[in-house]
């Protein structure tokens, strides 16, 4: 099983409303990543997990929090966004956090109203 | 991590060879060039990485000049569902995840 899932596919949430994002992998992948991709723009490196604790944070408002529960599974806790905050959000994972042939799952749509 | 340039966009012909050329002149000894490519509204997609070898597989090739700093992926057969953003990327390997999509180039395949 080479593939990531992400749910929801899409979520439309209000600024004062809590919500989470949800990556899952079973390849047995140790390093697990959240990026953010504005339409029309390359994606943007947000968090990276490695053996389950964050490694690097991309200097991201407090507002989105990560969390990796256990090595197959990562979340993205999402409050009181802006409308800025808008964008495709996609999870990947590879071998290690030293190997780049990373698996993206397809994303989650967030629209902020 | 080394700087890449990449044209905005190219098209293809549906059959025949599609290169994509990545410049990354300021690329030092231990970065490697990786190639993704993201179809619309899909994630990304590992395409082929090297370090100074041309290396090839089931999805393309790539060909690294011997300075190292330039490359080209070359997939040999294109068809409409290679229509994507190409990323090449430039990267130490030990780099702990940390890395940088550039705008890539948009490959339209065309029948």
């Known amino acids: 099983d080479t593939e990531v899932t992400q749910t929801p596919k899409h979520l439309v949430m209000g600024m004062t409303n809590k919500k989470s994002l949800k990556c899952e992998q079973h390849m047995g992948h140790r390093a697990m990543y959240w990026y953010k991709q504005k339409a029309k723009k390359p994606p943007e490196l947000m968090f990276v997990y490695s053996y389950e604790k964050l490694s690097i944070n991309e200097s991201v408002p407090s507002r989105f929090s990560p969390e990796c529960p256990n090595s197959s599974l990562l979340n993205l806790h999402l409050h009181a966004l802006q409308p800025e905050d808008s964008a495709l959000y996609l999870c990947?994972?590879?071998?290690?956090?030293?190997?780049?042939?990373?698996?993206f799952g397809p994303g989650t749509r967030l629209t902020v109203t | 991590d080394a700087k890449t340039t990449q044209p905005t966009s190219m098209d293809c012909a549906e059959g025949r060879a599609a290169n994509l050329p990545c410049n990354h002149s300021t690329i030092s000894g231990n970065e490697y060039v990786y190639w993704y490519r993201q179809i619309h509204s899909q994630g990304p997609q590992y395409i082929i990485h090297?370090?100074?070898n041309n290396e090839t597989n089931e999805m393309a090739s790539l060909i690294i000049t011997e300075d190292r700093k330039s490359s080209t992926l070359i997939l040999p057969h294109a068809t409409l569902r290679d229509t994507a953003v190409y990323y090449c990327?430039?990267?130490?390997?030990?780099?702990?995840?940390?890395?940088?999509f550039g705008d890539g180039t948009t490959l339209t395949v065309k029948p």
């Open positions: 090297g370090l100074k």
């Open positions: 990327i430039v990267r130490i390997y030990t780099n702990a995840g940390k890395s940088t």
């Open positions: 990947a994972s590879s071998q290690d956090d030293a190997t780049y042939e990373q698996y």
